[in-house]
């Protein structure tokens, strides 16, 4: 168990996404992929534990679950491999399942390890038109009873069409957003709902309104600036405790080894301090979007 799965509930997030891989995301298949590697690397720029589950969906398989409950530092990038665009769209299927999916997930977890915040986002580009185990009605109210339980829902749609589909799934009009199905506009949406993921995860932000996001790149700056400051801070301490007793324990042995052998791969300040919440930089994925 890691040191931010030992902490309490208190501040713990747990994330879902439903991620459209429907045929008509080729175009932004890329874009997509550098978009959720880069909404990833900003949760893990984090202290605050948190936890995520990824699902993909299409009508070969309306529910591929890629992470479940999985260590925020632990999720691995997206690549052309694990996301392949194709066939159409069962969106109701897709969140039906994951919010039986993930109540199911929350019951079985032990009390302490519950998280106090729950957010869903529902990624996708198109409206529905495949779904054979869920009707709408169902959907809508399986969300407004989640709603009502605490939950945060976010409704991304690259289809303005579609954000029709996020009233009628009982998601408010505040919680929902339409990008351009273009490099500049899906970029922008990614890093937008990064940083109030963010905001929401780490500060007096109350809820996941993606109408209310004008501040939250300076407040997400402002959280990863104090972690690293923190980070570099515990750093000089390990140092100087090392130098001050080389018979310290493993982590001082480990920095004494490296002293010894310069290539060992000492970690870098801002992610692999000792005490820190996350593992070593070469266990994290850090994706970006592709630029020209």
């Known amino acids: 168990m890691t040191q931010s799965q030992d902490k309490s509930q208190g501040d713990r997030t747990h994330i879902c996404m439903i991620l459209d891989r429907t045929g008509s995301m080729e175009s932004i298949k890329q874009d997509t992929i550098g978009g959720f590697n880069s909404y990833i690397a900003a949760q893990k720029s984090l202290p605050t534990p948190a936890t995520f589950t990824l699902v993909q969906f299409d009508s070969q ?7 479940k409950f999985t260590d925020i530092q632990m999720v691995a990038d997206l690549t052309g491999q694990t996301y392949v665009p194709r066939a159409s769209t069962p969106l109701y299927d897709a969140v039906g399942r994951g919010i039986n999916d993930l109540k199911a997930g929350l019951g079985a977890l032990p009390e302490a390890l519950r998280p106090k915040k729950i957010v869903m986002v529902i990624v996708t580009d198109g409206q529905e038109n495949a779904s054979r185990e869920f009707t709408g009605a169902q959907v809508r109210k399986m969300i407004a009873d989640a709603k009502e339980a605490g939950w945060q829902f976010v409704f991304l749609s690259a289809d303005e069409s579609a954000i029709s589909d996020s009233s009628s799934l009982s998601i408010d009009a505040s919680n929902a957003a339409f990008f351009k199905k273009s490099r500049a506009g899906a970029n922008e949406m990614w890093e937008r709902v990064a940083n109030r993921s963010v905001a929401y995860r780490s500060s007096g932000v109350h809820s996941m309104r ?39 324990g493993a982590s001082a042995g480990a920095v004494v080894g490296a002293t010894q052998n310069p290539n060992a791969g000492v970690a870098v300040p801002d992610v692999g301090v000792v005490g820190a919440d996350v593992p070593p930089r070469n266990e994290r994925s850090r994706g970006r979007g592709k630029k020209n």
């Open 61 to 67: 398989d309306p529910f591929e679950v890629i992470h």
């Open 210 to 248: 993606m109408d209310a996001a004008g501040d939250d790149a300076l407040i997400a700056k402002q959280l990863k600036a104090e972690y690293a400051a923190q980070n570099a801070s515990a750093g000089a301490s390990a140092g100087v405790g090392v130098a001050q007793n080389p018979n310290a």
